[in-house]
């Protein structure tokens, strides 16, 4: 099977090539430019404060811990880092390198937030996980972004 | 058909570095399956935040996930002893991709083009030489796939390169100047690489340094053709990755691309013939 005949051979090569081009030439358009084979894009960093909207307040979540009553009214703890386990997004309050770009980490961050939203069913007080990043691209100033989850029941 | 196509498709030649470069792959195929194995020691991906480019319904359980790894390091044995070398390549290439698929943050640029490598090399004759048991035989076969793999390592370095030029921040030193900064600040780096980071932390080299780099990489792209500049590249390639893997992590990108780089050697190489001589045994004369 892997010995092609020489029509396949043309036909494979044609194909592969066709497909890596369309990878590489299409990257851009993908939020974390994967299959692009961009290395080294950047030499940004970002800073992740994460809070909660609770009652249409806003509450810090603290390297990333929070308690909260669940529906029964019993306090409970959570952690950001029992579901997001990435150094880079696990990395709260910290500067860390954006590998891969400050852009491919924060739409991770984004599908993080709503990932850590849809899996703390006990924290019944968060209608909203936030987070307030600082970018600095290629060393330039500080640039802020904030970054919400999807709304979630609060019982 | 055009006469360089077809020149392409049906070109013969030596095969015994095809064998040096499987085992090579082999190799680091071994060390991202035992990453992997490692990893699923501490749990599951699937149980924490993962992103998936597949549907999340195709994304594979922690059972079969559990036995995709073992597969592959199973695979990889294959692959680095010779037997049945060229199906495992294609396996491992396509179970490490679909691994990829399933959860976009453990795409790395080195094991993308690692599992594309293998992918090309399985149509290659790559398990006549460098094997276990080998079979007395002929060590000429179709060199198209090799080829591939070839323009696979220039489409690399046109992507890279390519995207490096297009960015204003690295054709100003921008990017490797904030590289130098922030590398310059990691408690771990030693006292000689600290200078060069000093000297590199200057916007004028950094400038020059990015040039370099943008340069190099677009040349390789080109230069690794040429029976003309081809060792100058093979020599400035392996010294760019050498330098690379000093200053950054980058898993196994660095032995990745020097061992595909052999496929580059012709057989006019003379330390490369000899180097192959003393490690294949000939085929018994009929």
Redesign the interface.
């Known amino acids: 099977m892997?010995?092609?005949g020489?029509r396949a051979?043309?036909a494979?090569?044609a194909c592969?090539?066709a497909g890596?081009?369309a990878l590489?030439l299409t990257?851009g358009d993908r939020a974390?430019h994967?299959?692009?084979?961009?290395?080294?894009?950047?030499?940004?960093?970002l800073e992740i404060h994460l809070s909660r909207v609770v009652g249409g307040e806003i509450v810090p979540a603290t390297g990333g811990e929070w308690s909260a009553r669940d529906a029964a009214g019993q306090l409970r703890h959570f952690s950001w880092r029992d579901?997001?386990?990435?150094p880079i997004?696990a990395a709260i309050d910290t500067r860390v390198?954006a590998s891969y770009g400050a852009d491919t980490q924060l739409a991770?961050l984004q599908?993080?937030l709503d990932?850590?939203a849809d899996h703390v069913p006990e924290d019944g007080e968060t209608t909203r996980l936030r987070a307030d990043v600082l970018v600095r691209?290629?060393?330039r100033g500080a640039v802020a972004h904030t970054l919400v989850s999807h709304d979630r029941p609060v019982r | 058909m055009l006469p360089f196509l077809r020149r392409w498709r049906d070109e013969q030649g030596d095969v015994t570095v095809l064998g040096a470069v499987r085992v090579a792959l082999g190799l680091l195929l071994l060390a991202n399956a035992l990453r992997a194995a490692g990893e699923l020691r501490l749990g599951y991906f699937g149980d924490a935040f993962h992103w998936p480019l597949l549907p999340e319904a195709l994304v594979a359980s922690r059972s079969v996930y559990s036995a995709l790894v073992l597969a592959q390091l199973v695979l990889a044995v294959l692959v680095v002893v010779g037997p049945r070398a060229r199906d495992a390549l294609l396996a491992s290439a396509l179970l490490g991709t679909y691994v990829l698929l399933c959860d976009r943050l453990e795409y790395h640029h080195n094991r993308w083009a690692l599992f594309g490598y293998a992918a090309l090399l399985s149509f290659a004759p790559c398990d006549r030489t460098f094997r276990v048991n080998a079979p007395p035989g002929p060590r000429v076969g179709p060199l198209w796939a090799a080829r591939l793999a070839q323009l696979q390592v220039s489409i690399i370095y046109l992507a890279s390169g390519g995207s490096k030029l297009l960015d204003p921040d690295w054709r100003s030193g921008r990017v490797m100047l904030e590289r130098f900064h922030l590398y310059a600040q990691r408690e771990s780096v030693s006292g000689i690489v600290q200078g060069l980071l000093e000297q590199g932390s200057r916007p004028g080299v950094a400038g020059l340094l990015a040039a370099l780099a943008i340069a190099t990489e677009l040349f390789l792209a080109v230069g690794l053709w040429s029976r003309r500049t081809r060792t100058f590249a093979l020599a400035w390639g392996v010294l760019f990755h050498l330098a690379i893997e000093a200053t950054s992590r980058v898993e196994g990108f660095t032995w990745l691309t020097l061992a595909v780089y052999a496929l580059f050697l012709t057989p006019d190489m003379r330390a490369w013939k000899l180097l192959a001589g003393t490690f294949t045994p000939r085929p018994k004369p009929h």
């Open positions: 892997l010995d092609l020489p051979r043309v494979f090569a592969w090539i890596q081009a590489v990257a974390d994967v299959f692009g084979f961009r290395m080294f894009p950047e030499a940004s960093t579901r997001v386990h990435d997004l390198f991770r599908r993080a990932d850590v691209r290629n060393g």
